[in-house]
């Protein structure tokens, strides 16, 4: 029988960086301009590998879990090409030694050689002193897409999430961005 650990201490800093709070952990609603705003760029890519991550901190606390998805692809923002490794609480390095997290992505939406949309942000401090590219908003951040005649179609999540409803990918493309150089005329 699998151990099933709860990760408190890291879903109350996941809970505050995804929420945007300080007093109160809560879930927040983000359109597509507002997850653009608030992330470091939005990934279409495919993933190739995935492990799990264990940190023992003196002041976080010891079985600090992470996963760490390696994502190959391009920027929505830029264009360019990329590569970027993906972090979200939570994960088992084996059978035993783990912890569930019930924000994070599931299990169909990172396995190995799936197409994703991706939204992260680098923080210096995940927990346990880990810098990383944090999956923005967890399981919120992260989009499967499929192949379709017309093109990649990214899935929707509902109401609520960046992208609510099935999308093109190239759509979604120009609207994120669009939302980004909005984001850009803003801050001059």
């Known amino acids: 029988m699998l151990k099933k650990r709860f990760l408190m201490p890291l879903l109350g800093t996941a809970a505050l960086i995804a929420a945007g709070v300080s007093s109160q952990a809560q879930i927040e609603r983000l359109n597509l301009d507002q997850m653009v705003q608030k992330t470091d760029d939005a990934l279409y890519a495919e993933i190739i590998s995935s492990e799990v991550i264990r940190i023992d901190h003196d002041t976080d606390g010891a079985e600090l879990y992470f996963t760490q998805l390696t994502l190959q692809g391009e920027s929505l923002v830029s264009g360019d090409a990329a590569t970027i490794v993906v972090t979200f609480p939570g994960g088992f390095v084996n059978e035993t030694d783990g912890v569930w997290n019930s924000e994070a992505p599931s299990a169909d939406d990172i396995k190995i050689g799936n197409k994703i949309v991706a939204f992260y942000k680098y923080l210096d401090n995940a927990g346990g002193d880990l810098a990383c590219n944090f999956l923005y908003a967890s ?17 929707g ?15 979604l493309s120009t609207a994120i961005t669009s939302s980004s150089k909005k984001s850009d005329k803003e801050e001059l």
């Open 139 to 155: 399981h919120g951040g992260l989009y499967r897409t499929v192949d379709s005649p017309a093109g990649a179609v990214v899935m």
């Open 157 to 171: 999540r509902g109401e609520g999430y960046a992208i609510q409803g099935n999308t093109r990918l190239s759509e």
